[in-house]
């Protein structure tokens, strides 16, 4: 999923304030001719042979850089927001499951697509996120490649496996996927945009050459909204129609709930398919106040949309951020008609939200970065829904609070899918928070537990400062652990803590 900032705007800039809206227009001008008078003096630093898929690369990059020079604040006039209509959104439950003997040929209609383009570095690992060992050492790419296998032999089908890349993760993955070789599942994959960062100072982008690897600060993926033209300009788009095939599943490597399902793929091209075709849906579920930031439907001259907290006005963050007047959020789960993509790219009639992401480089430069998110582009298809899908289709992991909960009996490992326990009592998750200062990083995180504590029965978990858990540990209800500064706790092996609050310090030595 995107990460967005609190300071990211989706909104043009206005470099000098001025009355006249003619002097704006020439800037505006201005800043775009500047810019691309750059970008090719950043062209002529690279060997000839690679300057013309570069080129359309960049040409992409201006026509972005020109759309943000004319946005004028949020783009959306929040009183024009209508109410849902009744058949927006699906209720996942009213799907029905196909027949056994229907399920190859829909399957052979499906290719699978992860978004892979995120490093691990904000979970203190190298390389990229997907080759985190995230249960039985086991990671996000081989619990995906064991999913699409198992579907592949159980099915007697074919589905491929797509990942697209950013220029921070396409050479180790390209290593990695080697060892994947004898397996049933045929994988592809594709690079997404490698842009510049501009100076938020002049406008103009910070690399002094090509070489993005002599230096990687100054480039960046511009987000997930790019899969579409750079899966176009892969040729796999092309090759997919060509074979017969119909829908992509997209979504994030990190999100482990994220598995083909097949009475949505039933809904799109099996028995259930509707009379008018459905080119694109966006797998939705209930908003809780642990949710309130994420992207929701709304209904928006007609189109049912993305909305992102970005586009909000300030003045109506807390109504976007209602649970009672947005009840979904987005999965970033997606569906996607391949033939529709196709027609959207040949019409050019693609367009996606700006979002400006602000970011300070280590030698303290300020700089923008603009992206686009693979959700927004909902309302340039025909016939898109949502469908109110179960939580446990949401199970991303961010943090180490996640990989606690998937690491824990609270989950069983089927065919490379996470299955929660028939012995938890309700289907949510317990909220979980660790400290940043002590678990943040994967390393760190493991070597504070034994090993992971039963959290069956748990319900809110958190934990701060300089604790340790022994093996064997149960942990119950609301646990509440605070080590203050100075102070260290190790929870003792075989420790029951069931609604317990435990602070101070407690030692527990070797004899």
């Given at each position: 999923?995107?990460?967005?900032?609190?300071?990211?705007?989706?909104?043009?800039?206005?470099?000098?304030?001025?009355?006249?809206?003619?002097?704006?227009?020439?800037?505006?001008?201005?800043?775009?001719?500047?810019?691309?008078?750059?970008?090719?003096?950043?062209?002529?630093?690279?060997?000839?042979?690679?300057?013309?898929?570069?080129?359309?690369?960049?040409?992409?990059?201006?026509?972005?850089?020109?759309?943000?020079?004319?946005?004028?604040?949020?783009?959306?006039?929040?009183?024009?927001?209508?109410?849902?209509?009744?058949?927006?959104?699906?209720?996942?439950?009213?799907?029905?499951?196909?027949?056994?003997?229907?399920?190859?040929?829909?399957?052979?209609?499906?290719?699978?697509?992860?978004?892979?383009?995120?490093?691990?570095?904000?979970?203190?690992?190298?390389?990229?996120?997907?080759?985190?060992?995230?249960?039985?050492?086991?990671?996000?790419?081989?619990?995906?490649?064991?999913?699409?296998?198992?579907?592949?032999?159980?099915?007697?089908?074919?589905?491929?496996?797509?990942?697209?890349?950013?220029?921070?993760?396409?050479?180790?993955?390209?290593?990695?996927?080697?060892?994947?070789?004898?397996?049933?599942?045929?994988?592809?994959?594709?690079?997404?945009?490698?842009?510049?960062?501009?100076?938020?100072?002049?406008?103009?982008?910070?690399?002094?050459?090509?070489?993005?690897?002599?230096?990687?600060?100054?480039?960046?993926?511009?987000?997930?909204?790019?899969?579409?033209?750079?899966?176009?300009?892969?040729?796999?788009?092309?090759?997919?129609?060509?074979?017969?095939?119909?829908?992509?599943?997209?979504?994030?490597?990190?999100?482990?709930?994220?598995?083909?399902?097949?009475?949505?793929?039933?809904?799109?091209?099996?028995?259930?398919?509707?009379?008018?075709?459905?080119?694109?849906?966006?797998?939705?579920?209930?908003?809780?106040?642990?949710?309130?930031?994420?992207?929701?439907?709304?209904?928006?001259?007609?189109?049912?949309?993305?909305?992102?907290?970005?586009?909000?006005?300030?003045?109506?963050?807390?109504?976007?951020?209602?649970?009672?007047?947005?009840?979904?959020?987005?999965?970033?789960?997606?569906?996607?008609?391949?033939?529709?993509?196709?027609?959207?790219?040949?019409?050019?009639?693609?367009?996606?939200?700006?979002?400006?992401?602000?970011?300070?480089?280590?030698?303290?430069?300020?700089?923008?970065?603009?992206?686009?998110?693979?959700?927004?582009?909902?309302?340039?298809?025909?016939?898109?829904?949502?469908?109110?899908?179960?939580?446990?289709?949401?199970?991303?992991?961010?943090?180490?609070?996640?990989?606690?909960?998937?690491?824990?009996?609270?989950?069983?490992?089927?065919?490379?899918?996470?299955?929660?326990?028939?012995?938890?009592?309700?289907?949510?998750?317990?909220?979980?928070?660790?400290?940043?200062?002590?678990?943040?990083?994967?390393?760190?995180?493991?070597?504070?537990?034994?090993?992971?504590?039963?959290?069956?029965?748990?319900?809110?978990?958190?934990?701060?400062?300089?604790?340790?858990?022994?093996?064997?540990?149960?942990?119950?209800?609301?646990?509440?652990?605070?080590?203050?500064?100075?102070?260290?706790?190790?929870?003792p092996a075989g420790a029951i803590l069931e609604n317990k609050i435990v602070s101070g310090n407690m030692r527990i030595l070797d004899h």
């Open positions: 999923m995107l990460d967005v900032p609190h300071e990211a705007k989706v909104r043009g800039h206005q470099r000098v304030p001025s009355d006249s809206k003619e002097f704006h227009e020439v800037t505006k001008r201005d800043a775009l001719r500047l810019l691309e008078n750059d970008v090719d003096r950043l062209l002529q630093t690279t060997e000839p042979a690679r300057r013309p898929a570069l080129q359309a690369e960049m040409n992409r990059f201006a026509e972005l850089f020109g759309r943000f020079l004319q946005e004028e604040g949020p783009s959306l006039d929040w009183n024009k927001i209508q109410k849902l209509p009744e058949n927006a959104v699906m209720n996942y439950s009213n799907l029905k499951s196909p027949k056994n003997e229907q399920i190859r040929n829909m399957l052979d209609k499906l290719v699978v697509i992860k978004l892979n383009g995120g490093l691990g570095t904000s979970m203190g690992c190298h390389g990229p996120k997907s080759v985190i060992p995230v249960r039985s050492d086991l990671t996000f790419l081989d619990l995906t490649v064991q999913q699409i296998e198992h579907l592949n032999k159980t099915y007697d089908a074919n589905v491929p496996l797509v990942l697209m890349n950013s220029f921070n993760t396409d050479e180790d993955t390209e290593k990695i996927v080697r060892k994947y070789k004898g397996f049933r599942v045929q994988i592809h994959t594709f690079n997404q945009s490698c842009f510049p960062r501009i100076s938020r100072e002049h406008f103009l982008p910070v690399a002094k050459d090509f070489d993005v690897e002599k230096d990687m600060e100054a480039w960046y993926p511009p987000g997930h909204g790019d899969f579409y033209d750079t899966f176009r300009n892969s040729g796999l788009l092309k090759r997919f129609i060509e074979e017969g095939r119909e829908y992509c599943f997209l979504s994030n490597i990190d999100n482990l709930g994220a598995t083909v399902d097949l009475n949505i793929l039933n809904k799109l091209v099996g028995e259930e398919r509707a009379s008018t075709p459905v080119d694109f849906v966006m797998e939705v579920t209930d908003k809780t106040r642990a949710d309130v930031k994420g992207g929701t439907l709304i209904q928006f001259e007609n189109k049912l949309r993305l909305l992102e907290i970005a586009q909000v006005p300030k003045e109506h963050v807390d109504d976007f951020k209602s649970v009672k007047t947005f009840k979904f959020f987005n999965t970033n789960n997606i569906w996607a008609n391949l033939a529709a993509i196709d027609r959207v790219l040949r019409e050019r009639t693609l367009n996606m939200e700006i979002i400006v992401n602000n970011k300070t480089l280590e030698n303290g430069t300020r700089v923008i970065q603009l992206e686009t998110a693979v959700g927004a582009a909902m309302k340039c298809f025909d016939g898109s829904v949502g469908i109110n899908v179960p939580r446990s289709r949401f199970l991303p992991v961010k943090k180490s609070s996640d990989l606690l909960l998937v690491m824990s009996n609270l989950y069983t490992l089927k065919n490379g899918s996470l299955v929660m326990s028939p012995q938890r009592m309700f289907p949510t998750t317990p909220l979980v928070k660790l400290g940043e200062n002590h678990f943040s990083k994967v390393k760190e995180f493991l070597g504070r537990f034994a090993n992971i504590p039963d959290i069956i029965e748990l319900d809110h978990l958190t934990v701060s400062g300089d604790v340790t858990f022994g093996r064997g540990v149960s942990l119950r209800g609301t646990v509440i652990i605070i080590a203050n500064h100075g102070d260290r706790i190790d929870i």
